[in-house]
């Protein structure tokens, strides 16, 4: 049994940290969701979690998806998840008497078909960086071809090194939740866009000698959130859907990969979903799919 802080969310996350590897994004969207969950249910710092009960669970994940919120169907069963991983905690150390969350449903019957991007939508996103416009095109330009080439997250691809991508071989490796590494493929756009920016441009930002793939102008790792800000620029510079995100690309690289033909349990991998629930997800995103899939096994189609 570990000896346990007095706040027990920060003995929590000391676990996470020490004994299940987590990233620090997860381990920050956990701490967060904790923090609003301990509020809505009136926990102070160091209270007891054993009075908590399980219809407040229900109520805060209602709460978060309603107005004024809005979270995403993701946004909410992340944090029951995070409420559910908390308690099964604290019931290991004897600090509750019962996970409160045990017989707690995920909220699957909220979960809606992700934003996928049309073919011509894709090469409209991804012509979007202009040299007559912006300061690093080819950097731009790379980094868009790869969100889509290889379906990474966006902090995936930010945490990409020099040396992540074999260009030769054409593979990405990267680094995925958990620290869990996976070789993805990478196309040949992709690859072309990627060495016109190690030609041209990344010798000019690499005034620091920083191993990441992907640069800021001062020479530093592009974080997540500069990322996101740069796609969402061309999002609305191309005229695509303006809900658009890094998201949409990884959401449009599994479909796309699956309109084709590819094998469920290949574009599992090379999104690295653990479950292979998450990725059927794409199944039901495009409707020509799910016709020619009734045309060949249904007796009457």
Request: hydrophobic share 40%; net charge positive; glycine share 6%.
């Amino acid at each position: 049994m570990l000896q346990v802080a007095a706040n027990p969310v920060e003995a929590f996350l000391d676990y996470l940290t020490v004994e299940c590897g987590l990233s620090i994004n997860t381990l920050q969207a956990y701490q967060h969701d904790l923090k609003r969950f301990a509020a809505f249910a009136r926990v102070e710092e160091g209270e007891d979690w054993e009075r908590v009960r399980p219809e407040q669970v229900v109520e805060f994940l209602m709460a978060e998806k309603a107005p004024p919120r809005n979270l995403a169907v993701a946004s909410v069963s992340r944090a029951l998840v995070a409420i559910r991983v908390f308690y099964r905690f604290l019931s290991a150390e004897g600090l509750v008497k019962r996970d409160i969350t045990e017989h707690l449903e995920s909220p699957r019957l909220w979960q809606h078909l992700p934003e996928v991007l049309n073919h011509k939508a894709v090469d409209r996103l991804l012509a979007a960086p202009d040299p007559a416009l912006d300061r690093w095109p080819l950097r731009d330009k790379a980094i868009l071809e790869m969100l889509y080439a290889t379906g990474a997250r966006a902090s995936e691809v930010a945490d990409l090194l020099a040396d992540s991508v074999n260009r030769q071989v054409g593979y990405a490796r990267c680094i995925g939740k958990g620290r869990k590494e996976r070789i993805v493929p990478v196309g040949r756009k992709a690859l072309e866009a990627l060495g016109a920016y190690l030609e041209k441009e990344r010798p000019l930002l690499d005034r620091r000698k920083d191993p990441h793939l992907f640069l800021t102008h001062s020479g530093r790792r592009m974080g997540r959130e500069t990322l996101w800000r740069l796609i969402k620029k061309y999002v609305l510079r191309s005229g695509v859907s303006p809900r658009a995100s890094p998201h949409t690309l990884r959401h449009s690289f599994a479909t796309h990969l699956l309109e084709g033909g590819a094998d469920l349990r290949v574009v599992q991998e090379m999104l690295g979903h653990v479950d292979i629930g998450t990725t059927q997800l794409y199944t039901h995103v495009d409707p020509s799919r799910l016709k020619a899939i009734h045309r060949k096994y249904h007796p009457r189609a």
